[in-house]
C-alpha cells in the first residue's frame, strides 16, 4: 500500500459565531480536524502551517505529529513538504470543517490509485474542502487556495479532464448558515462543540 499522509492546512477563519473570541473558535476548528486525522487508519497525520500560526499548529498537534513549515499558506507548498517527506501520495485539507468525517477523507484519497489528482469542493460558498495528489505533485497542478480554487477550474488544467476526479463536498463553517447545519448526534467535533454549549 502506498505511503498516504492527510495535511490539515492552518489556515484564517474570517468568521466566527457572536459571542466567541476569534481565537479560540480557530483554534477549536483546527484542533478537531486534527484529532479527526489521528485517529484515521491507513494514513498518516500532519499539519503544515505558515510561520504566522505555527503556535496554533504546535498547540493542537499530537505528540510526534508532523508539522511542515511553509513559506506560503497554500495546499503546493504542502504537498510538496509532504513529497519531501517520503510520502508517496497527501491529501491536504482545511481547518474549518470540524466535523467532516473520516469517510469524506478516505473519498478524496482512494481515486488516487487510478488517477493523479482528486478535489472534493465545499458546499456552498465555493472553494474546496481539500485537494489529494500522488506525490510528486503533477507539474500541471495550477497554485491551489482551498479558499477561491474551482473544480473545474483544476480539471481544466489537467492534460485530460478525467485526470482529476471530483468527490464528495462537505461544508466549512464560514458564517452562520453553515454553523446551523452543525449535527449534534454526529460524534466529533468536541472542541467545536464545546465553545457552542451554552
Not at 483546527?30 to 496554533?56: C, G, K, S, W, Y
Not at 466535523?99 to 472534493?120: M, N, Y
Not at 465555493?126 to 510528486?136: F, H, N, Q
Amino acid at each position: 500500500m502506498a505511503r498516504r499522509v492527510v495535511v490539515a492546512l492552518i489556515g484564517p477563519v474570517r468568521w466566527a459565531p457572536p459571542g466567541i473570541e476569534p481565537a479560540a473558535w480557530r483554534a477549536a476548528l483546527a484542533e478537531d480536524v486534527v484529532d479527526l486525522l489521528a485517529t484515521m487508519n491507513e494514513v498518516e497525520p500532519a499539519i503544515a502551517a505558515v510561520a504566522a500560526d505555527r503556535p496554533l499548529a504546535d498547540a493542537v498537534a499530537w505528540p510526534g505529529m508532523p508539522i511542515y513549515d511553509l513559506p506560503a499558506r497554500d495546499v503546493n507548498a504542502a504537498l510538496a513538504a509532504a513529497a519531501r517527506d517520503g510520502f508517496e501520495q497527501a491529501a491536504v485539507i482545511t481547518t474549518d470543517a470540524p466535523d467532516v468525517p473520516g469517510l469524506i477523507l478516505g473519498k478524496l484519497l482512494r481515486p488516487l490509485t487510478t488517477r493523479p489528482l482528486a478535489v472534493a469542493p465545499a458546499e456552498g460558498g465555493g472553494g474546496l474542502l481539500g485537494v489529494a495528489s500522488r506525490l510528486p505533485v503533477p507539474d500541471w497542478l495550477p497554485p491551489v487556495d482551498l479558499d477561491t480554487a474551482d473544480p473545474a477550474a483544476v480539471r481544466a488544467a489537467a492534460p485530460r479532464p478525467a485526470d482529476v476526479v471530483v468527490t464528495p463536498a462537505w461544508r466549512r463553517l464560514r458564517g452562520p448558515a453553515d454553523l446551523a447545519t452543525l449535527d449534534p448526534a454526529v460524534e466529533g467535533w468536541d472542541s467545536t462543540r464545546l465553545l457552542l454549549s451554552p
